[in-house]
Nanobody
Framework: QVQLVESGGGLVQPGGSLRLSCAAS????????MGWYRQAPGKERELVAV???????NYAESVKGRFTISRDNAKNMVDLQMNSLKPEDTAVYYC???????????????WGQGTQVTVSS
């Protein structure tokens, strides 16, 4: 069974940094795009950053220049380095990946359980 497990959330002061990590486990044939989404209270889930298997990245305008997404294909992991954090970055952050499980015959979308990031003084 394939699953995504996130780590690294927490409480940080404005201007601080956090690093989120997400590991995919299970019987995996291949992983395509991996990314991070976030959902703040009362708001819809939104894309934060995405990275393709070959390393092409895309960011939400609100995080450009502050967040950096990276991945390790050998370890099936994706990280999100968040710098210069602002109170408006407070949200539950979800890892997302397009995975081809060995037990399946197509790509499937998987989500992590979410990790809370709170930016407050």
């Amino acid at each position: 069974q394939v699953q995504l497990v996130e780590s690294g959330g927490g409480l940080v002061q404005p201007g601080g940094s956090l690093r989120l990590s997400c590991a995919a486990s299970g019987t995996i044939f291949s992983i395509n795009a991996m990314g991070w989404y976030r959902q703040a209270p009362g708001k819809e889930r939104e894309l934060v950053a995405v990275i393709t298997r070959d390393g092409t990245t895309n960011y939400a305008e609100s995080v450009k220049g502050r967040f950096t997404i990276s991945r390790d294909n050998a370890k099936n992991m994706v990280d999100l380095q968040m710098n210069s954090l602002k109170p408006e970055d407070t949200a539950v952050y979800y890892c997302n990946a397009a995975i081809w499980p060995k037990s399946y015959n197509n790509w499937r979308t998987y989500w992590g359980q979410g990790t809370q990031v709170t930016v407050s003084s």
